[in-house]
């Protein structure tokens, strides 16, 4: 793994630790303050589940997944091509996820805390990680379709 791909999951750890920490600390539980009305809210909650709230108390489960997607990760990095954005890509997605495990494995439950209500969709309270992990997804998926990798051809 390269060095910058290391130093972005540990600015993403960092950030997301820290912003779920302040949000611990100045956001009461399940109570939402209006940033933005009819579009942004800070609400502070526990997530037990993971994304959307599925498999909701099963974080047994949840820790192992991340603990194999990690695995899959490390393994498939190299085969992709080496550039600045698939490089982004891989430290958005394993710094994304080793916040949202850290939180599982310290806590039982991941701390979610933005909140954003968008054409009368109130999407699922999220955070910093999963922001990263969507936009490392994101990336990876556009590597694909410009044939950047090698998974298919082994």
Do not use: W
């Not at 960092?14 to 933005?36: E, F, G, H, M, R």
């Not at 498999?55 to 047994?60: A, E, G, Q, S």
């Not at 039982?108 to 699922?124: C, E, Q, R, S, W």
């Amino acid at each position: 793994m390269n060095y910058f791909i290391i130093m972005i999951s540990i600015t993403i750890l960092i950030i997301d630790q820290l912003t779920k920490s302040l949000a611990c600390i100045y956001l009461p539980l399940n109570k939402s303050n209006v940033l933005i009305n009819n579009f942004f809210s800070l609400t502070l909650t526990n997530n037990y589940g993971a994304a959307f709230g599925i498999f909701k108390n099963n974080i047994v489960f949840l820790v192992l997944v991340s603990l194999v997607i990690l695995i899959v990760l490390y393994k498939y990095m190299h085969s992709f091509k080496r550039n600045k954005r698939n490089n982004i890509a891989f430290g958005l997605l394993l710094g994304g996820i080793f916040g949202n495990l850290i939180d599982r494995i310290i806590k039982g439950y991941v701390i979610d805390f933005l909140d954003f209500k968008i054409f009368n969709y109130d999407f699922p309270v999220f955070n910093f990680s999963d922001v990263a992990i969507f936009l490392g997804i994101v990336l990876l998926c556009y590597a694909i379709i410009k044939k950047e990798d090698n998974c298919g051809n082994k």
